[in-house]
C-alpha cells in the first residue's frame, strides 16, 4: 500500500479556499487534513465546522480533521454533520478518552488519537483496540511551516514496531514539518499518511511535489 499524501489547507490561501481545494484535488491529494485550533490547547486559533461544511461541498475527497483544542467532545458532533471523515483527538487533551473515541465512532467518523513531540508511546498502550489511526506530531501543534524535530524519526519507528504487535490495521499518520527530504525515511518506515501543508501549498507545482512525497517521482 503506497503512501497518502494529506495537505493541511492551514497553509493554504484561505481568500481563495475553493481555488486551493480544487488545486490539490486535481493534483492527486488523497485526503485533506483540517486543523482546529481552540487558542487554549495551542497558542493559535484556526478554523471550525462552518468552514469544513465549505470544503466539504467542494470535494469527495476524505477531511481529516485534527482537533487541536481542550474540549474535543464539544466538536464531535459538528463535525460529523459538517462532512468529516476522520477525527483525531489528542490524548493530552482529553481525560475520558474512551468515551471520546466510541462517541466519534458512534457518529460515524473513524476515530484518531494524536500525540504531541513528547508524549511517549505508551500513552497509547490501551488505545490500540478503539482507534483507526494514531496521529504522530513531528513539530509542536499551532502553526504551520516549522522544522520536523529529528529525534521524532525514532519515534516514529517505535510506533511502527508497536503498531505491528498491536494492531497491524491501525494507520500511522505523521503530522509537521514534512517535506521531500524526509518523506523517503518515512515511507520506508511504513508511515500510512503523510501530513503536509507548506510542503505541498508552497510548491510551484502542487502535483509533482505530492507525487514526489509518495515516492512516485522525483523532483
Ligand atoms: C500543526 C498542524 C499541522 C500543520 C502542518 O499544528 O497540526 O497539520 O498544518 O503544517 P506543515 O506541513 O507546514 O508543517
Ligand atoms: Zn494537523
Not at 56 to 69: F, K, N
Not at 105 to 116: I, K, Q, T
Not at 146 to 162: G, H, N, T, Y
Request: net charge negative; glycine share 8%.
Amino acid at each position: 500500500m503506497t503512501v497518502r499524501v494529506a495537505p493541511s489547507l492551514l497553509a493554504c490561501d484561505l481568500g481563495r479556499v475553493a481555488e486551493e481545494v480544487a488545486s490539490v484535488v486535481a493534483g492527486g491529494a488523497d485526503l485533506l487534513h483540517f486543523d482546529v485550533m481552540d487558542g487554549v490547547f495551542v497558542p493559535n486559533l484556526s478554523f471550525g465546522p462552518a468552514l469544513c461544511a465549505t470544503v466539504r461541498r467542494l470535494t469527495t475527497l476524505p477531511l481529516d480533521v485534527h482537533l487541536m483544542v481542550t474540549n474535543p467532545d464539544a466538536l464531535i458532533e459538528p463535525f460529523a454533520e459538517a462532512g468529516a471523515n476522520r477525527l483525531s483527538v489528542h490524548v493530552e487533551a482529553v481525560t475520558h478518552l474512551h468515551r471520546t473515541v466510541t462517541r466519534i465512532r458512534e457518529v460515524g467518523l473513524a476515530p484518531g488519537v494524536a500525540l504531541n513531540p513528547l508524549t511517549p508511546p505508551a500513552a497509547l498502550e490501551e488505545c490500540w483496540p478503539y482507534v483507526d489511526f494514531i496521529v504522530i506530531m513531528t513539530v509542536n501543534p499551532g502553526f504551520g511551516g516549522q522544522r520536523f524535530i529529528p529525534e521524532m524519526l525514532d519515534k516514529v519507528r517505535r510506533l511502527a514496531a508497536l503498531r505491528s504487535a498491536r494492531r497491524p490495521a491501525v494507520e500511522l499518520v505523521v503530522d509537521g514539518g514534512v517535506e521531500l527530504e524526509n518523506a523517503t525515511e518515512l515511507r520506508s518506515i511504513g508511515v500510512d499518511v503523510l501530513v503536509a501543508g507548506t510542503t505541498v501549498f508552497r510548491a510551484a507545482d502542487r502535483r509533482a511535489t505530492m507525487a514526489a512525497l509518495r515516492g512516485e517521482v522525483r523532483v
